[in-house]
């Protein structure tokens, strides 16, 4: 039978990946290599314990104080979190321009303070992006 990972371990795992993409330099290279496997090479603690020749418990352990350092960077620096919101509001930003084209694309009579209002909204996304930054 297949292993089948359902939403919630689905959502720690691209949530443990974002904390890795963004703070894993800041980890030591058995830190990296242990976290690695864990999370991205999908490794047991078992297998990862004998390719270390250490206990299934020092990686369990190891693990548990990697994940405190990672959120623990994202607790202060709030870099995932930013990613994020950037990336909502520029969905946000992708939806008005869509509004805008198909609104010049039909050649309606589409009244201009629409428009600017539309693109006004734009502006403000795109300023409240460069502030969270």
Do not use: C, P, W
């Not at 939806?95 to 805008?100: H, L, P, R, S």
């Amino acid at each position: 039978m297949a292993d089948r990972k359902t939403g919630k371990d689905i959502h720690k795992i691209v949530e443990q990946t974002l904390l890795y993409d963004f703070y894993g330099e800041l980890l030591t290279e058995h830190q990296k290599n242990i976290y690695e496997d864990v999370v991205l090479n999908d490794m047991s603690l078992s297998e990862i314990a004998e390719n270390y020749e250490i206990s299934r418990q020092a990686v369990s352990d190891l693990m548990k104080r990697i994940e405190k350092l990672l959120f623990g960077y994202e607790s202060k620096l709030h870099l995932v979190e930013k990613f994020e919101n950037a990336k909502d509001k520029v969905r946000e930003i992708r939806v008005e321009a869509e509004v805008i084209q198909d609104a010049v694309g039909e050649n309606k009579d589409t009244d201009r303070t629409v428009l600017k209002d539309r693109v006004k909204r734009i502006a403000e996304i795109s300023d409240s992006i460069l502030e969270d930054f």
